[in-house]
Structures are given as structure tokens and as C-alpha cells.
């Protein structure tokens, strides 16, 4: 039998390592199975999926030019159905996304804008003026050290 690359075999697993699996194939040869070949879902551990001696169905996916021979178990199975989405299931029509209100400029990526929360009584309300307070007087303080209102910072040329 012509071993090659689209080839699916039987084979038995015949070792397990942390990378993967060795599966003996028919005419004496033998293929690695790695890690990320055995399952759709992630596998942690090979030996929570795969045990020694365990006849699996393997595709060959790759001869190198040493004649390594690389495994997959998972392209032999169907690909795994999605689970059907909460609340729904159904994307708006028009492309996704809403459009965005109040216009301006697109905030930075991955900046999570956040509301600000309401102060619930007075204490809250004047702890939370207390410190928009001291930030804005240590920026201030902080400006007048390095020269005022000077552009550019530098000084006489």
C-alpha cells in the first residue's frame, strides 16, 4: 500500500509523549500525531484523549524529507457543529454593528469606555471631588515646573 499525503490509514498507537502520539502504520512504518492533530477541541494532556495500543484512523498530512511521516486524527472526523448563539441565534441585518452614536472620533483600540458611577451620597460625591481635584492640581503643578505655558519646552537658542 502507497503511503501518501491525503492517505487515510488504520493504525495503533504505540507511545505517548507531551508533544503527541507515535501510531504504527501498515508496511512497518510508523507517524507522529502531534498535539494539535488529535482533536478539534484543546487537549491539555495526550493521554486524556489517546492510550498505548488504542487502533485509531489517521490521515497522512505530511512526508518530510527525512520521510517523517505527520498524522492527523482530527481531519479524519467531521468538523465539530458550532453551538447555536445565546439570545437568538440570528445576527442583526445591515452588517453587524449599530451605528455609533454622537459621532466624534473612534476611540483606540482595545479602550473599554466605561460610564462614570454615580455617587450614591454626599460622602461619595465628595470623595470623587476630592480626587478629580488633586489630579488636576498635580497636573498643573506639574506644567508650571517644567516652564508654564511655553510650546516645545525649550528655552533660548
Excluded: W
Amino acid at each position: 500500500m502507497e503511503l501518501g499525503v491525503g492517505t487515510i490509514v488504520d493504525g495503533k498507537v504505540t507511545g505517548i509523549t507531551k508533544f503527541g502520539a507515535f501510531v504504527a502504520l501498515p508496511d512497518g512504518k510508523s507517524g507522529l500525531v502531534h498535539i494539535s492533530e488529535i482533536a478539534y477541541s484543546y487537549v491539555n494532556e495526550v493521554s486524556d484523549h489517546l492510550h498505548e495500543g488504542q487502533e485509531v484512523k489517521v490521515k497522512i498530512i505530511g512526508i518530510d524529507q527525512a520521510k517523517r511521516i505527520n498524522l492527523s486524527i482530527k481531519q479524519v472526523e467531521p468538523l465539530p457543529q458550532r453551538p447555536p448563539r445565546q439570545g437568538g441565534g440570528q445576527r442583526p441585518s445591515g452588517g453587524g454593528r449599530p451605528p455609533r452614536q454622537g459621532g466624534g472620533s473612534p476611540r483606540p483600540m482595545g479602550f473599554v469606555h466605561q460610564a462614570p458611577k454615580e455617587p450614591s451620597d454626599f460622602e461619595d460625591k465628595l470623595k470623587q471631588f476630592m480626587q478629580s481635584s488633586d489630579s488636576k492640581l498635580s497636573e498643573l503643578r506639574y506644567i508650571e515646573k517644567k516652564g508654564g505655558n511655553r510650546r516645545g519646552g525649550g528655552g533660548r537658542r
